[in-house]
């Protein structure tokens, strides 16, 4: 079975960084896609960044030069995030995609005050 959780949400002033972790309950290089999405209240979620296949990673016009995504060898997929803007705040999602389905984390709350 397949679980994702994230963790490392939090409080953070403009201009701060924070880390986000999700934890898979498979080894990360055994999906074939994970990415980071987030959502705020009304709104649909929107993409953030994705690690696809061999290692090609994309993001969110919003974020680059802001955030980087990465993993590790083991069962832990992360996101930095850098030079915090209020319009971040959100509740951010780790999605895998494992054979053909799409799995979810519960998400974590990031809140960045101005």
């Known amino acids: 079975q397949v679980q994702l959780s994230e963790s490392g949400g939090g409080l953070v002033q403009a201009g701060g960084s924070l880390r986000l972790s999700c934890a898979a309950s498979?080894?990360?290089?055994?999906?074939?896609?994970m990415s980071w999405y987030r959502q705020t209240p009304g709104n649909e979620r929107e993409f953030v960044a994705a690690?696809?296949?061999?290692?090609?990673i994309r993001y969110a016009d919003s974020v680059k030069g802001r955030f980087t995504i990465s993993r590790d060898t083991r069962n832990t997929l992360y996101l930095q995030m850098n030079s915090l803007e209020p319009e971040d705040t959100a509740v951010y999602y780790c999605?895998?995609?494992?054979?053909?389905?799409?799995?979810w984390g519960q998400g974590t709350q990031v809140t960045v005050s101005s």
């Open positions: 999605k895998g995609r494992y054979a053909t389905r799409d799995y």
């Open positions: 498979k080894n990360v290089f055994s999906f074939n896609a």
């Open positions: 690690i696809v296949g061999g290692g090609t």
